[in-house]
């Protein structure tokens, strides 16, 4: 069975300071998604990432695929309160399948 | 261009009761997913469609779930009779089967809160 592990299940922090979380699995990905569910809604998708080694940022947020494309991470910078939320990776296998992580909610203090 | 549209967004009913979603997808989106999301956790696959064809169903509970596309745009989800358990948000996705890997981009409905008392 595969699975994504996502680290902390949980984050609370005061504005302005900065985190990670990360996605690990054994398994080996195509290409991985990171979404933010906010309360009440679904998942909105804010990237994906397909090459091993791979870094994104989207303002504050960089993303970055390993090497071997078995984890992930997302780095935050200078949290808002506007980033509290539930933030979901998900890795793509063969076969259009996809697997979700269990999520790290995160909470930012104003 | 308009996202997943689900309804209804709240539902309350008691065990053993039955119960339907709605789900319409973007449009021109092949491919349509249910999850079934557990408060504190992750969305959980129940089916996956590709067009009016089931892709993944292995974790849909059988006995009591079911679900249709017809006409591979639209797609229902009932549960009956539903149990305590069920209670949950049931996510809609769609996404657009490209062969990149912009086709695993999924695109979410607000869901559909469930109450089972």
């Known amino acids: 069975t595969q699975l994504l592990e996502q680290s902390p299940q949980f984050l609370s922090i005061q504005e302005g300071e900065n985190l990670t979380v990360y996605c690990n699995s054994s398994s080996v990905f195509s290409s991985l998604q990171w979404y933010r569910q906010e309360p009440g809604e679904g998942p909105v998708l804010l990237v994906t990432?397909?090459?091993?080694?791979e870094v994104k940022k989207l303002k504050r947020l960089t993303f970055q695929f390993g090497d071997a494309r078995k984890d992930s991470s997302l780095h935050i910078t200078a949290a808002q309160t506007g980033d509290t939320g539930l933030y979901l990776c998900a890795g793509n296998t063969g076969g259009f399948k996809t697997i979700f992580g269990a999520g790290t909610r995160l909470f930012v203090k104003a | 261009e308009a996202g997943v549209a689900q309804s209804p967004r709240y539902k309350i009913i008691e065990k053993r009761q039955s119960v339907a979603f709605w789900c319409n997808p973007i449009s021109g989106h092949a491919t349509l997913y249910w999850y079934q999301q557990i408060l504190g956790q992750g969305p959980k696959l129940l089916i996956q469609?590709?067009?009016?064809?089931?892709?993944?169903d292995s974790q849909l509970p059988k006995d009591r779930f079911s679900a249709e596309r017809l006409k591979g745009v639209d797609s229902t989800l009932k549960i009956q009779p539903a149990k305590l358990e069920d209670s949950a948000v049931y996510l809609c996705?769609?996404?657009?089967?490209?062969?990149?890997?912009?086709?695993?981009?999924?695109?979410f409905g607000p869901g559909t809160r469930l109450t089972v008392t």
């Open positions: 990432v397909v090459t091993g080694g």
């Open positions: 469609f590709q067009n009016n064809g089931v892709v993944d």
């Open positions: 996705a769609s996404s657009s089967p490209t062969g990149a890997a912009s086709s695993y981009e999924q695109y």
